[in-house]
């Protein structure tokens, strides 16, 4: 395969930044795609070309396959970087790129589809002998069966959708009278959601620990991990705050559980970068949870301890070429945290506060990153995820990483909105988060809302502080943030 000279991202926000930063480090020119409300994102600003895909819904815009297609043949770009959401983990997608003749920077279509459907990936795992939770081996045909099981292995019970992710068809049922009515809720939500009502259940582990593999692999049989991450501290079943590595393995436990994720993109003859999840119970046994066929959004925290750019090694294999490190070459160094920075409320259930992001102040330093899909003067709107930036910290150990984290996050400055960062500060100076003492319910057992009410100060005392500190700058150093002027920067720029 020749080597790729133009990689359009098929993507928006944080990860299409992110995806550029690599291109550019390996001298490929980029391609960014934008919807109507994009027009002057910093994605956008970044590519050294873009094209108008549409409108700001998502389905008319970046789901639409035809549009990105067309748009990488107007540009010439001979591959296509997915991100991951949108059309990340779409098959017909990755199938289309190859009829095409364009580089799609991921797995093959039929790894995509199989590990895509949960009861099919499940029935894999056991065929390769790795551990998966008690419960139907597919998916739920005959309910009056269905409750034999789920009598059989004992409540609470899960019940999750075939094709789904996101906690989108997930139902915890904790008695019998509760099962017919949730697996119709389920199923509603499952088709609502995926467009397939296909849903299958398992046992509910007791005090689980979401902790999860990278994976890279290339077209020559070469198959390594990049180590794990642990990712429990969720809202909604998604992900707000991870860490690498998991502080709770032990060298055996975390051998075991890797040489299990190599088998399991093994099994599906993967390529590219994957993450192989699991569920650790309080017994320290592990449970395959599913595979994501795709770059993590959570993947800076491997980074920072492994030393790895996994986005140029997702290009390298894309290109045919051998992975430049094999597993012995890989070691651990100190530890990360990860804080996604969401435009939401802690203390009005996590909801999306949207506005105009009057201030947006990065905190700097050793061992900080910020991936950033945003700028002062942009609106946060309700069209796409309301992730502001990913905050990461590296450090030395677990204890310096978290009180980095500490430090960084009381550093960020933001105005316009409010956003998880109270939220992550109450979680890392947590007693039980400190002792790396939690799980997935961390939220629903230490979390209320009005914790957040006494803590998080009301964005007109934010704006109000802001001012003050910029009243007291010299006069032209600092240019008051609107819309309006925010737009006509990036226009003069690009």
Known sequence: MSQIKKVLIANRGEIAVRVIH???????????????????????????????????????????????????????????????????????????????????????????????????????????????????????????????????????????????????????????????????????????????????????LEEPRHVEFQIMADTHGNVVHVFDRECSVQRR??????????????????????????????????????????????????????????????HPVTEMISGIDLVASQILVAEGKELPYKQEDLTMNGHAFECRIYAEDPADNFLPSTGLLEKHRVPTGDGIRVDAGVEEGQKITINYDPMISKLTVHGPNREIARKRMLRALDEYEIAGCKTTIPFCEFTLKHPEFIEANYDTHFVQNHFKPEIMQEIQPDKEVVLAATLLKQAHVPENTAAPVTESVSGLWWKNRK
Not at 42 to 47: G, L, Q
Not at 238 to 266: F, G, S, Y
Not at 283 to 289: D, T, V
């Open 237 to 298: 079943h998604q992900k707000v705050i991870e860490e690498a590595p998991c502080a709770i393995l032990t060298p055996e436990l975390r051998q075991e559980m890797a040489e299990c994720a190599i088998k399991a993109a093994k099994a599906c003859d993967y390529v590219g970068a994957g993450t192989i999840e699991f569920l650790v119970d309080k017994h320290k046994n592990f449970y395959f949870l599913e595979m994501n066929t795709r770059l993590q959004v959570e």
């Open 22 to 204: 690599s291109c550019k480090e390996l001298n490929i020119q980029t391609v960014a795609v934008y919807s109507r409300p994009d027009k002057y994102a910093p994605h956008v600003m970044v590519a050294d070309e873009s094209v108008f895909v549409g409108e700001a819904a998502s389905s008319e815009s970046y789901l639409v396959i035809d549009k990105i297609i067309d748009a990488a043949r107007q540009t010439g770009a001979d591959a296509i970087h997915p991100g991951y959401g949108f059309l990340s983990e779409n098959a017909a997608f990755s199938e289309r790129c190859k009829k095409e003749g364009i580089v799609f920077i991921g797995p093959e279509s039929k790894a995509i589809r199989l590990m895509g459907d949960k009861t099919e990936a499940r029935k894999l795992m056991g065929a390769a002998e790795i551990p998966t939770p008690p419960g139907l081996k597919s998916e739920l045909k005959d309910l009056e069966e269905a409750a034999r099981v789920a009598d059989e292995i004992g409540y609470p019970i899960l019940i999750k959708a075939a094709a789904g992710g996101g906690g989108k068809g997930m139902r915890i049922v904790y008695k019998n009278e509760e099962f017919k009515s949730s697996i119709k809720a389920a199923k509603s939500e499952a088709r609502n959601a995926f467009g397939d009502d296909r849903v299958y259940i398992e046992k509910y």
